[in-house]
């Protein structure tokens, strides 16, 4: 029997380890799918819970610092998108 080679070997490996978990997932999203279309009543995707307003400070605090982010980079890199904004405009003609 031919010896295979060690990377050839993991490779099958990795791959026989793929398709397991594809198989796994296809099962868990059939069973999904069949508990979703039986409706509301049969399949829920949370425990309802009393508490329904969700993480409002976590949002506030993720907007909050994706502006600060935004703001920061229009600072540092705000004349060099001018500049080539202007360059790709005075290179446009009617």
């Known amino acids: ?7 050839a070997e993991r ?3 990795l791959l026989a380890a793929g398709q397991q978990r594809l198989a796994a997932g296809q099962q868990w999203l059939a069973a ?8 509301p009543e049969q399949f829920r995707l949370r425990p309802a819970t009393g508490r329904t307003r969700g993480d409002v400070p976590g949002w506030v605090l993720i ?4 502006a600060v982010l935004v703001a920061g980079l229009l600072a540092i890199a705000g004349p060099a998108l001018a500049k080539m904004f202007n360059e790709a405009m005075d290179q446009v003609h009617p």
């Open 63 to 66: 907007t909050l610092m994706s």
């Open 11 to 13: 490779a099958l490996a």
């Open 1 to 7: 029997m031919e010896k295979i080679h060690p990377p």
């Open 32 to 39: 999904w799918l069949t508990g979703w279309l039986a409706g």
